[in-house]
């Protein structure tokens, strides 16, 4: 019996171990694509004139100018809607227990995106209150579809469906305001698809703040997302508030993900995309699939940008539509492995 229990755990050190080397590899891959996304763009700046640049900060520098006035806070934005979309796509995906949950499969992006575009349309001497804004709107549809989950009783792809159909009202609510208000589509457009090319340090600031809140919540929350996932009633009786903490929950995701999209426009597939990705390499235990979703969230975010930035070039698209591409086709993926009755395996 001892050497059994020995055994189990060096296993379990084991395992944990593989985890952290598996996130730790993650973080230098991500660096190193910060280095190439600093590098590569419509002008291709080599390393050592990136250093010289940083290190001698001439503003009359081109290289300068380009680095700390365009790619810097594009970077920084990636990086930050990234790692958040990712973290609140594995929370609802674990509070909703369902890996078809994330931000814009449920509607929640959009939810956001309606309230920047009433923020815009109608207060546009408040555009301070746009994260305000998308955060409520996030909020109010993802506790719509907890409340539906929660009294209905309703099976996991009966939540999708409900979230799609929440997501698809707020849509049209969206199509309406811009209709009545066609002078603010120009300044929305690129909100709407989602991408970086707008986006400088004093846009991203205030979100960025509200992120590190959300992702630190998130850090904070995983063992008790570890111990409900294992079932209400199971729970509730280890002592967890089950309710309670499916609340806090819900709201830490709906702070990610309409700081994100309030300056990273509606970005899709994201926090299904990722977390899924995530647990399917190092298992389910939240303590290291959320800072390894938000490592590979970033990653996957900047890759996406570069892309965008690079493959037509001097053109650019605007990254959601990569995204998109990328996002339609694992979903279609998913729904045939919930056909097949699994979850996240």
Do not use: W
């Amino acid at each position: 019996m001892r050497i059994s229990t020995s055994c189990s755990m060096k296993r379990n050190k084991d395992s944990n171990t593989k985890k952290m080397v598996i996130i730790a590899v993650t973080a230098l891959l991500l660096t190193v694509m910060v280095a190439v996304n600093m590098m590569y763009g419509s002008a291709t700046i080599s390393f050592r004139e990136i250093i010289k640049a940083l290190s001698e900060k001439d503003s009359a520098d081109f290289a300068y100018r380009i680095i700390v006035y365009l790619r810097l806070p594009r970077i920084v934005a990636a990086i930050a809607a990234g790692a958040a979309l990712a973290v609140a796509g594995g929370v609802l995906q674990s509070v909703l227990n369902n890996a078809l949950a994330s931000p814009n499969i449920i509607g929640v992006n959009a939810g956001s995106g309606l309230f920047v575009v009433l923020i815009t349309a109608f207060f546009p001497t408040h555009l301070t209150m746009i994260p305000f804004a998308a955060f409520a709107g996030a909020l109010i549809v993802a506790l719509l579809i907890y409340f539906t989950a929660y009294k209905t009783g309703a099976s996991r792809i009966t939540i999708v469906l409900a979230g799609l159909a929440v997501g698809s009202f707020f849509g049209a609510a969206i199509d309406a305001v811009l209709t009545l208000k066609p002078d603010v589509m120009i300044s929305v457009n690129s909100f709407m698809v989602g991408g970086f090319s707008a986006v400088n340090f004093d846009v991203v600031r205030f979100a960025l703040f509200y992120i590190v809140i959300g992702l630190i919540l998130a850090m904070v929350l995983s063992r008790e997302m570890n111990v409900i996932s294992l079932g209400d009633e199971v729970a509730a009786s280890l002592g967890v508030r089950v309710h309670l903490f499916r609340f806090v929950l819900i709201v830490c995701a709906s702070l990610l993900a309409g700081s994100a999209v309030s300056f990273a426009g509606l970005l899709g597939f994201i926090g299904l995309i990722v977390p899924h990705m995530c647990r399917s390499m190092i298992g389910h235990d939240n303590r290291f699939v959320l800072p390894f979703s938000a490592l590979a969230g970033a990653l996957f975010v900047l890759t996406c940008d570069l892309i965008a930035r690079t493959a037509f070039a001097p053109y650019e698209l605007p990254v959601g539509i990569i995204m998109s591409a990328i996002g339609g086709p694992f979903f279609i993926y998913l729904l045939f492995k919930q056909r097949r009755g699994r979850l996240y395996d």
